[in-house]
């Protein structure tokens, strides 16, 4: 990919993820030095609350009515926040310069410096990692969950829409939408993303690995920041903990090569800008950040509903440590959260109860435990999952640790961590259902919550570094102090007093930085490890999509027509053919079983002359073109029956082969009942609102019970 497409992507996602919120922050006055943090969370709130209600007034989701609607809003909570304030002074704020710093007494000259350096490194070092691992930004997943993330962008980009129930209706257009597994789906993050993705020129899959390059770069050590705010306003902490945010590999890496889980990560990367918006918000009665709040939650909950079970227990242990270090104010604390709750709610209605629909299925995922309780402690505690032992990382967790427990204002935040430790042991070491209830909103997936559980680590990392900062420069204050006294008077001993507190400060700093180098050059088997991991499964050309099968499915669109469907076997990577070529085939994910009769032409494809039952089957889905390919989603994958040897078929004609892949055509004219029969089976298959995939039949099928198509 040449400089110039690439800079196009970056400046479009970077104006998409920060642009809305930053109008929104702006216009209900959240502080410009929070606005970097907060305005991804605020910007995916108001674009999903504008989504899903614009949807039930007809809005089209298109660039810019989206944007009309995001500035009338805008200026609307402008104008009156500017009439509240003129009208009541006292009670709606005064000037911003009469708010504290965000650090407290902890700062000093050059902490905003000191942050900055922080967020450099670990950008640096998170984005390198995905650049290399990605082979260039050009590689594509091989596994899971992607090729569904990038069709869904694509359906919403065409059909201009926001309605999780497409998704639903895009996987299972052959059967009764309301007895399939999936019914719905959050479409946030795809929706999103499919504004301005058409305008960037380049395939989904590498836009998708630019977006997360810009939140490796920049959002990553943003969001760690802000959750380790909530900890403590030590800037030395705050930087050092955004510095190592990209070293541990359970988070972000494995979430990003296992599946991968690319709207879940998005997701977490909103979870610290949440809780520190809604704890400083709270804390300092911001009136006008309530509306910011609950967009937020909204924002929150539709990119992965899953994250609100993360932010409570986060919130829930701050109320309580508020419940003991601010007697006079934890009413008001307390009323302004639960308010912001309540408006978070009405907000967010139409989406949560789409999302109330799948709420029975992922409640009964299951995932087998992949080792014992001891295996899982150590998993824990040296913070791997199938990968090496990370004991450099580990004992800067425990030093922070100490760090929490030598300063009781801190030891709230034991409790979510404590918490997600618990079940990830639980989830990685045993099959008790006993606790599924508290797994279930994470899909009972110990690679999910151990991720959650290292996002939380991060910041006590951080602590690490800032105590070990610290306990250097006491040792060379100690050692100046044991200087002979010069005899000097009064008051030039107290100028050296404070030019020592002054010179602590400075030399907390040189030392942490000296310590994240020495921990960053030991580290470095860390940093290659987690290259590594990303590219296990994401190549230019892998076992699942060859660079052959790619070129051929991203031009698919000059052999087949607009509205046909094209007839594959869904583990060889043809699932991709939509997101790749515009062009739809059967089965659209790896995950979606076929109905019976989807199944009965994957199996005797090669009886249509002589199977009646089978050639309307073919031709009630409106059969004509089949893809063939030997791309695997995994090793043991059989192709299906009726795929094995499609230049045996006298009615198949071979439109075009490029590498191991190739396109067919089946010639109706040499069948039974010709074109004319093909025809008329095929009239109950509906096209809506003329989308490609959002589709309609009027006699629906039954799902085939394979319990797994790949």
């Known amino acids: 990919m040449g400089i110039g497409p690439l800079l196009l992507c970056v400046l479009l996602i970077v104006v998409l993820w920060w642009g809305p919120g930053w109008i929104l922050g702006e216009a209900l006055g959240v502080r410009r030095v929070l606005l970097p943090v907060v305005a991804p969370l605020l910007g995916m709130g108001v674009l999903t609350v504008i989504g899903v209600m614009g949807n039930s007034l007809g809005l089209s989701w298109q660039?810019?009515?989206?944007?009309?609607?995001?500035?009338?809003?805008?200026?609307?909570?402008?104008?009156?926040?500017?009439?509240?304030?003129?009208?009541?002074?006292?009670?709606?704020?005064?000037?911003?310069?009469?708010?504290?710093?965000?650090?407290?007494?902890?700062?000093?000259?050059?902490?905003?410096?000191?942050?900055?350096?922080?967020?450099?490194?670990?950008?640096?070092?998170?984005?390198?990692?995905?650049?290399?691992?990605?082979?260039?930004?050009?590689?594509?997943?091989?596994?899971?969950?992607?090729?569904?993330?990038?069709?869904?962008?694509?359906?919403?980009?065409?059909?201009?829409?926001?309605?999780?129930?497409?998704?639903?209706?895009?996987?299972?257009?052959?059967?009764?939408?309301?007895?399939?597994?999936?019914?719905?789906?959050?479409?946030?993050f795809h929706a999103v993303l499919s504004l301005f993705w058409p305008m960037s020129g380049v395939s989904i899959p590498v836009f998708l690995n630019v977006f997360v390059m810009v939140m490796m770069a920049v959002q990553l050590p943003l969001s760690t920041m802000a959750l380790t705010m909530l900890v403590t306003r030590r800037p030395i902490a705050i930087a050092a903990a955004a510095a190592v945010s990209g070293w541990f590999t359970v988070y972000p890496y494995d979430l990003l090569w296992r599946g991968p889980l690319i709207p879940f990560f998005a997701g977490m990367l909103l979870v610290g800008p949440f809780a520190m918006l809604a704890v400083k918000g709270a804390v300092e009665r911001q009136k006008f950040w309530i509306p910011g709040i609950a967009f937020g939650a909204v924002g929150l909950i539709a990119v992965h509903p899953s994250l609100a079970f993360v932010v409570l227990p986060v919130l829930l242990f701050w109320l309580l440590s508020a419940l003991v270090r601010r007697k006079g104010r934890i009413l008001g604390i307390t009323v302004y959260l639960a308010v912001s709750g309540v408006m978070a709610v009405i907000l967010g209605l139409p989406i949560i109860s789409q999302m109330l629909k799948e709420s029975e299925r992922v409640s009964k995922q299951v995932w087998a435990a992949d080792t014992d309780r001891n295996g899982a402690i150590q998993n824990v505690l040296f913070l791997n999952h199938g990968s090496m032992a990370m004991p450099i990382l580990t004992a800067l967790v425990a030093i922070g640790c100490l760090a929490v427990v030598l300063r009781i204002r801190m030891w709230w935040y034991f409790g979510p961590v404590l918490a997600f430790a618990f079940l990830s042991v639980y989830t990685m070491g045993t099959d008790n259902p006993r606790f599924m209830t508290l797994t279930a909103p994470f899909y009972d997936d110990q690679w999910r919550i151990f991720g959650i559980l290292v996002m939380l680590l991060i910041p006590l990392a951080g602590l690490g570094v800032a105590q070990l900062g610290e306990a250097i420069a006491w040792l060379v204050h100690r050692v100046r102090r044991r200087q002979p006294d010069t005899g000097r008077g009064a008051t030039a001993a107290e100028e050296t007093k404070i030019a020592s507190r002054t010179r602590t400060s400075t030399v907390s700093a040189v030392a942490a930085a000296v310590v994240l180098v020495v921990c960053g050059i030991a580290a470095i088997p860390y940093f290659k490890q987690n290259a590594e991991r990303i590219n296990i499964n994401t190549k230019v050309d892998g076992a699942t999509l060859s660079a052959s099968e790619v070129g051929l499915l991203s031009k698919i669109d000059q052999y087949v027509p607009q509205d046909a469907t094209v007839l594959n076997d869904s583990c060889d990577g043809s699932v991709w053919m939509y997101a790749l070529g515009n062009r739809m085939p059967m089965i659209r994910h790896f995950e979606i079983l076929p109905t019976n009769r989807q199944l009965l032409v994957l199996q005797k494809?090669?009886?249509?002359?002589?199977?009646?039952?089978?050639?309307?089957?073919?031709?009630?889905?409106?059969?004509?073109?089949?893809?063939?390919?030997?791309?695997k989603i995994r090793a043991w994958d059989e192709p299906k029956p009726g795929l094995t040897q499609p230049d045996s078929i006298p009615y198949l004609k071979l439109v075009v082969r490029e590498g191991n892949a190739a396109l067919y055509q089946i010639d109706w004219s040499q069948l039974p009942g010709g074109k004319d029969a093909f025809d008329a089976d095929a009239a109950n298959r509906l096209q809506l609102d003329g989308v490609s995939g959002i589709l309609e039949n009027r006699d629906p099928d039954g799902i085939a019970p394979l319990g797994r198509i790949c």
């Open 63 to 188: 660039l810019l009515p989206v944007t009309g609607v995001l500035l009338l809003l805008s200026a609307v909570l402008f104008a009156l926040r500017m009439a509240l304030r003129r009208k009541f002074p006292d009670k709606f704020g005064g000037p911003e310069k009469s708010k504290p710093s965000i650090f407290g007494k902890s700062f000093f000259a050059g902490s905003w410096w000191i942050l900055l350096a922080g967020l450099l490194a670990g950008g640096a070092v998170a984005a390198t990692s995905w650049i290399v691992g990605t082979e260039g930004l050009l590689g594509i997943n091989q596994d899971w969950d992607i090729p569904w993330h990038a069709n869904m962008i694509r359906l919403i980009s065409v059909n201009h829409e926001w309605d999780p129930s497409i998704a639903g209706n895009f996987a299972y257009y052959d059967t009764t939408i309301s007895e399939a597994p999936i019914r719905s789906y959050p479409i946030a």
């Open 605 to 631: 494809l090669p009886e249509l002359a002589t199977d009646p039952e089978v050639r309307k089957a073919a031709s009630e889905l409106g059969i004509e073109w089949v893809y063939v390919a030997d791309g």
